[in-house]
């Protein structure tokens, strides 16, 4: 399920650039509106949840295709992200358990100790992180100019205080 999650996703993504690029050269582009600061906040916020987003679900499906692969056919053990473990290591896999949040794929060793498999699991984890936290921020900020203005039209001018 996650994997054709993951293909939706991948879809997504020049889509989403196009967007942002788009968005971009309206910008730049002479005859914005006044409020365009605020709008331009609340559109970042969006395309950052939205790219969190398409980053998760592309990790989703990464993990479960790595399970997948893992549980049958030839060749399916170790699993793929358990391979590259030292040698050592390497002969002492017991089995492999996936993680869906936080995304990664760990190996199961014979003495009971848990190792992560290779993959791009913790640069996944640290982009959705970043997007979720850009499109907070980004919230936050069009919260506090919201309050900025509304506290700049109840300030009397210097023409009421006569």
């Known amino acids: 399920m996650f994997v054709l999650l993951m293909y939706g996703a991948l879809c997504a993504v020049p889509l989403w650039a196009i967007a942002v690029v788009l968005k971009l050269i309206s910008v730049a582009a002479p005859g914005r ?3 365009w600061a ?11 949840a939205a790219a969190a987003v398409i980053v998760y679900v592309i990790g989703l499906g990464l993990v479960q295709w790595d399970a997948s692969e893992a549980e049958s056919g030839a060749g399916s053990s170790p699993a793929v992200p358990c ?15 996936p993680s869906y949040f936080p995304l990664g794929f760990d190996c199961l060793l014979d003495s009971g100790r848990t190792v992560a498999g290779s993959g791009p699991y913790d640069t996944l984890n ?11 921020l980004s919230l936050i900020a069009v919260g ?8 700049a039209e109840k300030r009397p001018g210097p023409a009421a205080a006569r």
């Open 33 to 35: 509106r006044p409020d």
């Open 83 to 97: 391979r590259s473990l030292p040698p050592g290591t390497l002969d002492g896999i017991a089995g492999h358990e």
């Open 126 to 136: 640290a982009l959705t992180a970043a997007f979720g936290l850009a499109a907070v």
């Open 38 to 48: 605020r709008d331009l906040l609340r559109w970042s916020a969006g395309a950052a």
């Open 144 to 151: 506090v100019l919201d309050e900025y203005r509304a506290r």
